[in-house]
């Protein structure tokens, strides 16, 4: 049928504000989000879950708090874990479909040194992980620790299987996540009007001073680092304000063409 809309998956940048981009397939996939409330976190985790699902790739959610992000989550679809069991076992198949991704793919005869997931023309699979010190903080020791071994795995070896980590929190001091974590988070985030020097550092590896101008944070307002522009002035993407039209433009973005498959 002519015009008929052809699903495939797209590894092109994703947009985030003027010639800003996240770029997926490159040293950048893994993100960190620092924003306190109500600084627009939630908005901007919708509207980055809107974009993978429109490209066609695999998009899990861990929403500690059981709030509004992983109820819409839940409502197109989306897998949600949400209490601490349930993360564990979230971040375990991940990390074993990681593994069993190199195995086939990475650790044969011939394979091509510079092969990643978009080259073998495979589908992303990312992890948006909201409030992850909330989550942190609410698991006992054993369990806490089994998170972090559990992310760092993915932070350190998921760039070039395609498995993504977008970590959100309120706030950030340098000892709330292990460095191992933080250190591959090469995309950075920090939103809202009122941020500490500390966690505009841990965020941006500079301090407010060094800006060349005055802080411009607001709600849906901040700055960006990533590998590609080095630290930027953004204004994170809107997206509809009523929450059915949240649902209607989500679900059209994952359907598109076919249906999105897992949590259904």
């Given at each position: 049928m002519?015009?008929?809309?052809?699903p495939?998956l797209?590894?092109a940048?994703?947009?985030?504000?003027?010639?800003?981009?996240?770029?997926?397939?490159?040293e950048?996939?893994h993100m960190l989000?620092t924003a306190?409330?109500g600084?627009?976190?939630?908005?901007?985790?919708?509207y980055l879950?809107?974009?993978?699902?429109?490209?066609?790739?695999?998009?899990?959610?861990?929403?500690?708090?059981?709030?509004?992000f992983?109820?819409l989550?839940?409502?197109?679809g989306?897998q949600?874990?949400?209490?601490?069991?349930?993360?564990?076992?979230l971040?375990?198949a991940?990390v074993?479909?990681?593994?069993?991704r190199?195995?086939?793919?990475?650790?044969?005869t011939?394979?091509?040194?510079?092969?990643?997931?978009a080259?073998?023309?495979l589908?992303g699979?990312?992890l948006i992980?909201?409030?992850?010190?909330?989550?942190?903080?609410a698991?006992?020791?054993?369990?806490?620790?089994?998170?972090?071994?559990?992310l760092?795995?993915?932070?350190?070896k998921g760039?070039?299987?395609g498995?993504?980590?977008v970590?959100?929190?309120?706030?950030?001091?340098a000892?709330?996540l292990?460095?191992?974590?933080?250190?591959?988070?090469?995309?950075?985030?920090?939103?809202g009007?009122?941020?500490?020097?500390?966690?505009?550092?841990?965020?941006?590896?500079?301090?407010?001073?060094d800006?060349a101008?005055?802080?411009?944070g607001?709600?849906?307002?901040?700055?960006?680092?990533?590998?590609?522009?080095?630290?930027s002035y953004?204004e994170?993407?809107l997206m509809?304000?009523?929450?059915?039209?949240?649902?209607?433009?989500?679900?059209?973005?994952?359907?598109?063409?076919?249906?999105y498959?897992?949590?259904?």
């Open positions: 002519a015009g008929k809309y052809i495939g797209n590894y940048p994703i947009p985030i504000y003027d010639e800003i981009s996240w770029y997926i397939t490159g950048g996939i989000t306190p409330s600084s627009g976190k939630t908005m901007y985790l919708n879950m809107g974009m993978l699902l429109k490209n066609q790739h695999r998009v899990y959610v861990v929403d500690a708090k059981n709030s509004s992983g109820m989550a839940r409502h197109i989306v949600v874990a949400a209490n601490t069991d349930e993360i564990i076992q971040l375990t991940l074993c479909e990681m593994e069993e190199y195995s086939k793919y990475f650790a044969v011939g394979a091509d040194v510079d092969a990643n997931f080259t073998l023309e589908e699979h990312f992980f909201d409030e992850v010190l909330s989550a942190l903080s698991a006992g020791k054993k369990e806490k620790a089994e998170i972090e071994r559990l760092e795995q993915l932070a350190l760039r070039a299987a498995f993504g980590l970590l959100s929190a309120q706030k950030l001091n000892t709330d292990p460095k191992a974590i933080t250190e591959q988070c090469q995309t950075r985030i920090i939103l009007k009122v941020v500490s020097d500390e966690t505009f550092h841990q965020s941006t590896g500079l301090y407010k001073k800006l101008h005055a802080y411009r607001g709600v849906g307002k901040g700055y960006a680092v990533t590998p590609q522009s080095g630290i953004i994170t993407p509809p304000h009523n929450s059915r039209d949240y649902i209607s433009l989500l679900k059209e973005l994952r359907d598109r063409g076919t249906p498959g897992e949590g259904r």
